[in-house]
């Protein structure tokens, strides 16, 4: 059971507390180290499933532990992002938004466990649901969104602790916070979008468990 894709899915699981702490740090290098280590944790994911497929090194605790970890780093970045686009000195306030909505992050924690009980549910009845494309972009843009948030985070110290300005540093600034908003944006939509795709794609599924 100890194989490397398991090593790397606790890894994932290890680090997902410090993710959630370095922000909260005075200062843009412990955000800047978070950034790095959200990275490699995204990373990470992609990496130990390549590797359980073609190693076939799938295993019942591979199965149990990596959907956890996923979770599990959602959270843990989203505490942090929640909190600080709420700070007294508006500093760290996202584009568009303002701040995290409370709605927003219950609705990408909370697909993300609905997602969790449907597949036991299934499973029960022997149906194994693999993540469909809208999943996966969905992650994709999730992932997007919280890397360039946690950099944002760092952006805005940095300018802070420097004091620079110029064209070029308000032309970052307004990207830099675009991206922020607009990953935001695609990955709740996409939240929803596959979300309900998986609804109507096993509907089957649920009828039968409804009797």
Do not use: C
């Not at 916070?177 to 096993?202: D, E, M, Q």
């Amino acid at each position: 059971m100890w194989n490397l894709p398991n090593i790397l899915t606790l890894a994932r699981i290890a680090l997902a507390p410090v993710i959630a702490l370095l922000p909260f740090i005075e200062g843009y290098w412990p955000k800047v180290i978070a950034f790095v280590i959200f990275v490699a944790a995204a990373v990470s994911d992609v990496v130990d499933g390549y590797l359980a497929r073609s190693r076939k090194q799938i295993t019942d605790l591979g199965k149990l532990l990596d959907p956890a970890a996923d979770k599990l780093l959602l959270i843990a970045t989203l505490v942090p992002i929640y909190w600080l686009t709420r700070h007294p000195t508006v500093l760290y306030g996202i584009p568009w938004w303002g701040s995290l909505p409370l709605w927003v992050a219950v609705m990408l924690v909370g697909r993300e466990l609905l997602m969790t009980l449907f597949r036991w549910q299934a499973q029960r009845h022997g149906v194994v649901i693999a993540a469909g494309r809208e999943g996966k972009l969905k992650v994709i843009f999730q992932d997007i969104f919280i890397g360039a948030t946690i950099a944002w985070f760092a952006w805005k110290d940095f300018l802070v602790k420097t004091g620079i300005t110029g064209r070029m540093r308000d032309a970052w600034d307004e990207f830099h916070g675009a991206v922020v908003a607009v990953t935001l944006a695609l990955a709740l939509i996409l939240t929803v979008y596959s979300f309900v795709v998986y609804l109507y794609r096993y509907r089957a599924l649920l009828r039968t468990a409804a009797r």
